[in-house]
T-cell receptor, first 116, second 110 residues
Framework: GAVVSQHPSRVICKSGTSVKIECRSL??????MFWYRQFPKKSLMLMAT?????????EQGVEKDKFLINHASLTLSTLTVTSAHPEDSSFYIC????????????FGPGTRLLVL | SQQGEEDPQALSIQEGENATMNCSYK?????LQWYRQNSGRGLVHLIL?????REKHSGRLRVTLDTSKKSSSLLITASRAADTASYFC??????????FGEGTQLTVNP
């Protein structure tokens, strides 16, 4: 139980385009989802926290107009990287917690984004 | 900001040996969690220890927590080559929000 999927697993795009990453909880209702960014051989940096049906809370230094987060249902959150630039290239990971999984975050497999 | 610091940054051992990783943090916490990440993959939750607990076991894993020193350790006993991965500690302060340490890259040589 407590499986989280992400799609796509990797994406290559041109500068200036927008990329949408989906995060789904497959077997539980995710009341809260988190989006992280990870650079090679580095730790995870929390970008934002999203609760179903409400606006995401962004961490300091994360541009909300650049990284659009939508948590429209209890099983789906999306992260859209708008007008992507090469410096946005990174590994993006989502996680989810639910009513019966409040303390533990279950992580998706991550999405590798490369912006050319 | 990342409040967790882990040491060592990298650890290389032989199969069968024990591996110990340490994590220190700065603020009061609700719980501390350890995660494992294989290269290029998502994180796998290993164990959670609450602030009022001092030690916890799960299979070959043993976690300790010393809130007076704001530190935790993860011990993997009888290591296997398949244990090779990065290990992260993460502290939860409020609202399920986790702050991750920098991680320890463990290499277990067969």
């Amino acid at each position: 139980g407590a499986v989280v999927s992400q799609h796509p697993s990797r994406v290559i795009c041109k500068s200036g385009t927008s990329v949408k990453i989906e995060c789904r909880s497959l077997d539980f209702q995710a009341t809260t989802m988190f989006w992280y960014r990870q650079f090679p051989k580095k730790s995870l940096m929390l970008m934002a926290t999203s609760n179903e049906g409400s606006k995401a809370t962004y961490e300091q230094g994360v541009e909300k107009d650049k990284f659009l987060i939508n948590h429209a249902s209890l099983t789906l959150s999306t992260l859209t990287v708008t007008s992507a630039h090469p410096e946005d290239s990174s590994f993006y990971i989502c996680s989810a917690t639910g009513q019966s999984h409040k303390e533990t975050q279950y992580f998706g497999p991550g999405t590798r984004l490369l912006v050319l | 900001s990342q409040q967790g610091e882990e040491d060592p940054q990298a650890l290389s051992i032989q199969e069968g040996e024990n591996a110990t990783m340490n994590c220190s943090y700065k603020t009061s916490i609700n719980n501390l969690q350890w995660y494992r990440q294989n290269s290029g993959r998502g994180l796998v939750h290993l164990i959670l220890i609450r602030s009022n607990e001092r030690e916890k076991h799960s299979g070959r894993l043993r976690v300790t927590l010393d809130t007076s020193k704001k530190s935790s350790s993860l011990l993997i006993t009888a290591s296997r080559a398949a244990d090779t991965a990065s290990y992260f500690c993460a502290t939860e302060t409020s609202g399920s929000r986790l702050t991750f340490g920098e991680g320890t890259q463990l290499t277990v040589n067969p």
